[in-house]
């Protein structure tokens, strides 16, 4: 979970932090354009040396040691330890590290810190040194930080039910995604209906005594479990059709179709109110196949014996 925390940490900052800063900075002479300058460097584990000569836009150190002689613009460290040796920098981060500058170093920014030391001699560093977890902004990235970790497991929690769910049930969760192409309109309908009536049974059960518990049991679980299921069916729907267009064949290919649309759906559902709208469309889609289940069973409990035919005359 450390580990996680600390990869989760440096993406985070990478993306929100960094990049932009040295994004609005002069064009980049990178291996791209044609000469020895390097983006990114990255080390993960053991000792890295990082030379004068070694012209770097970011240095990254994850679990291990850097020694920095030379003038990356930003150095991120998470797990490790980072010593300035006459090198400069426009900015740091470290989260669970140390971070040391002799007198000849010096970094130009800010010193962004979370749970790490500084040592820094007087005048190297002439930005400010700030605690990430110190006042709102602290409070905003942790916050930030524990939503998205709780959003991935949530992810690989999903895409492992889905890919369960396409193995034992994979007929019927088709058969109630075919009705978002079939009948939107009915979807559409039997989501409000079916939310309505729910919320209604469980609110009028727990009204009572003894259907408290029912009244409960359908308004923290049932309900829920429909949402998520149709989470599901909404995934795999979408993950069939984008499989069954990109397929050569175009042959039905049932745990890559799970696979991929619920890394679809989960990545579009993490944009507000997508995810939301998403998961309606399902609840619509099972509410309405459970509709149909129920009202076939029904008609079906008796089936008429049909009357054999009368031998004709003659």
Do not use: C
Not at 180 to 196: D, S
Not at 221 to 228: G, H, L, Q
């Amino acid at each position: 979970m450390n580990r996680l925390i600390a990869i989760l940490t440096t993406l985070m900052l990478g993306l929100f932090l960094l990049v932009p800063a040295v994004a609005a900075a002069e064009p980049w002479d990178g291996p791209w354009f044609g000469s020895s300058d390097e983006h990114l460097v990255v080390n993960t584990g053991g000792h890295f040396t990082l030379t004068a000569d070694q012209p770097v836009d970011m240095l990254v150190v994850v679990g291990g040691s850097a020694t920095v002689e030379g003038s990356p613009r930003s150095v991120i460290a998470v797990d490790s330890t980072v010593d300035f040796v006459g090198g400069t920098s426009e900015s740091v981060v470290a989260v669970n590290s140390t971070v040391g500058l002799d007198a000849a170093s010096s970094v130009s920014g800010d010193v962004l810190r979370m749970n790490s030391t500084i040592n820094a001699p007087s005048g190297t560093v002439q930005g400010d040194i700030k605690d990430l977890t110190s006042g709102l902004g602290g409070a905003l990235f942790v916050t930030s930080l524990v939503s998205v970790i709780l959003y991935i497991g949530f992810a690989i929690a999903l895409i492992v039910a889905a890919l369960t769910a396409s193995r034992l049930a994979g007929r019927q969760i088709r058969e109630s995604g075919a009705s978002f192409r079939r009948e939107p309109v009915n979807v559409a309908i039997a989501a409000i209906v079916g939310l309505v009536v729910s919320i209604v049974a469980g609110t009028v059960a727990i009204a009572t005594i003894l259907g408290a518990p029912l009244g409960f049991g359908i308004l923290l679980i049932v309900i829920p479990a429909m949402f998520m299921v149709g989470y599901i069916v909404v995934g795999i729907a979408i993950g069939d059709a984008i499989v069954a267009r990109l397929s050569p064949d175009g042959g039905p290919r049932p745990a890559l179709g799970a696979f991929v649309g619920m890394l679809v759906v989960t990545l579009i559902g993490f944009v507000p109110f997508v995810g939301g709208l998403l998961a309606f469309a399902g609840f619509g889609a099972v509410s309405l196949s459970l509709y149909r289940a129920l009202r076939t069973s029904s008609g079906t409990t008796s089936s008429p014996v049909m009357a054999a035919p009368a031998p004709s005359a003659g």
